[in-house]
T-cell receptor
Framework: GAGVSQSPRYKVTKRGQDVALRCDPI?????LYWYRQALGQGPEFLTY????????KSGLPNDRFSAERPEGSISTLTIQRTEQRDSAMYRC????????????FGPGTRLTVT | AQTVTQSQPEMSVQEAETVTLSCTYD???????LFWYKQPPSRQMILVIR??????QNATENRFSVNFQKAAKSFSLKISDSQLGDTAMYFC??????????????FGKGTKLTVNP
């Protein structure tokens, strides 16, 4: 079946603009995760949803970052008033359930803030 | 806080040979999961292998196997009969369960593996 998809794959934006990154998880996957990966580093956790409920947002760096998953499927990560330090690969992952199930990653959105 | 350490930033191996990537982690939990992910030049994240901490038997997936030493908090990945397609960044990851049912992966910084012809 289809894997996790993310759009756009690449986004270049000017400092101060808002951006919305979309994630479409594998069909039937209950859990959805957002991570951020700087070049040469491993991904870092941002936030997690079980169905439509945001269970953990402890990794969101500040209040410019927010995420939603209103119908328990597609999720959007929004960054307001972007800054150059926000430039990174943003990855979405989904899993069938929590409690140790494998997380399957999407291709990522490469965000560049100029 | 849980941490994952990969002490080998880069490694290389000849095609058809065996290579072992090391990973150590720090946790006070007794129940957790460990993973190895592969990130080829395409930058996709691909799950290689998964280990449950309560299982003593080491996980294997074809040419990939782990050496899980729970007391030492060590989780190394062995790749046998290395192939050119194994060239990638390899990330070790620890999954921890949080109160309220949430969980997250904590990744190491990765080991860049190059398989030479």
């Amino acid at each position: 079946g289809a894997g996790v998809s993310q759009s756009p794959r690449y986004k270049v934006t000017k400092r101060g603009q808002d951006v919305a990154l979309r994630c479409d998880p594998i069909s039937g996957h209950v859990s959805l995760y957002w991570y951020r990966q700087a070049l040469g580093q491993g991904p870092e956790f941002l936030t997690y949803f079980n169905y439509e409920a945001q269970q953990d947002k402890s990794g969101l760096p500040n209040d410019r970052f927010s995420a939603e998953r209103p119908e328990g499927s597609i999720s959007t990560l929004t960054i307001q008033r972007t800054e150059q330090r926000d430039s990174a690969m943003y990855r979405c992952a989904s899993s069938l359930w929590d409690r140790g199930h494998e997380q399957y990653f999407g291709p990522g959105t490469r965000l560049t803030v100029t | 806080a849980q941490t994952v350490t990969q002490s080998q930033p880069e490694m290389s191996v000849q095609e058809a040979e065996t290579v072992t990537l090391s990973c150590t982690y720090d946790t006070s939990e007794s129940n957790y999961y460990l993973f190895w992910y592969k990130q080829p030049p395409s930058r996709q994240m691909i799950l290689v292998i998964r280990q449950e901490a309560y299982k003593q038997q080491n996980a294997t997936e074809n040419r990939f196997s782990v050496n899980f030493q729970k007391a030492a908090k060590s989780f190394s990945l062995k790749i046998s009969d290395s192939q050119l397609g194994d060239t990638a960044m390899y990330f070790c990851a620890f999954m921890t369960f949080l109160q309220g049912g949430s969980e997250k992966l904590v990744f190491g910084k990765g080991t860049k593996l190059t398989v030479n012809p």
